[in-house]
């Protein structure tokens, strides 16, 4: 079902609308939480949280817009409300001696080909460690830069922060995975 059918639906009071966004969104809110809380259970919650607010605040919302990135604010933003609250220190016995690059391909591609899987889920091990020492606004951009592919532009206008402040927090976020990554031994040369 097409998004603007399911809000319409919505909007006529139509609880079969909001089934199907869920059944379109749902994966991705709760994936999208879960890399910037990194707790499947507070994941789900704030997924199931953004559904809800997606009802109380459908009125709010411009249909000439898309509705996928105005959702995701909402997830982000409900996210970073939680994480904020729940700041925890993680601590990293190894660390990837792999750049940056490496977070990006494992956030575009979550689920790796069956030949790789025990390699990736190494892999996918040290680099949510990584992401987890980061601060929840740190993560966030990541998250929605290399996973959502967005422009600094969109995350500023998803997140209402300028855009120097994007820049800002993602720059911090990449040298903060870069140190964390290069700090580590787990990548060093295989042969």
Do not use: C
Request: glycine share 2%.
């Amino acid at each position: 079902m097409e998004d603007q059918i399911a809000i319409s639906r919505i909007k006529q009071g139509d609880p079969g609308g909001l089934e199907a966004l869920v059944g379109v969104y749902q994966v991705r809110a709760v994936y999208t939480a879960y890399m910037i809380v990194f707790d499947r259970s507070l994941a789900e919650e704030i997924a199931q949280t953004a559904f809800v607010r997606i009802v109380e605040k459908i009125q709010q919302f411009d249909e000439k817009r898309p509705f996928a990135p105005w959702f995701f604010r909402i997830v982000v933003n409900e996210a970073l409300r939680v994480a904020r609250y729940q700041r925890q220190t993680i601590s990293l016995d190894d660390d990837p001696d792999e750049d940056v690059s490496a977070v990006a391909r494992w956030l575009s591609d979550p689920q790796p080909q069956p030949e790789k899987l025990v390699e990736a889920k190494e892999t996918q091990q040290v680099l949510l460690a990584a992401l987890k020492r980061l601060k929840p606004e740190q993560r966030a951009v990541v998250v929605m830069h290399y996973y959502f592919e967005m422009s600094e532009a969109d995350m500023s206008a998803r997140l209402d922060r300028p855009v120097s402040t994007i820049k800002w927090w993602l720059r911090a976020a990449r040298e903060r995975l870069q140190s964390l990554l290069r700090s580590s031994r787990m990548f060093e040369d295989r042969d």
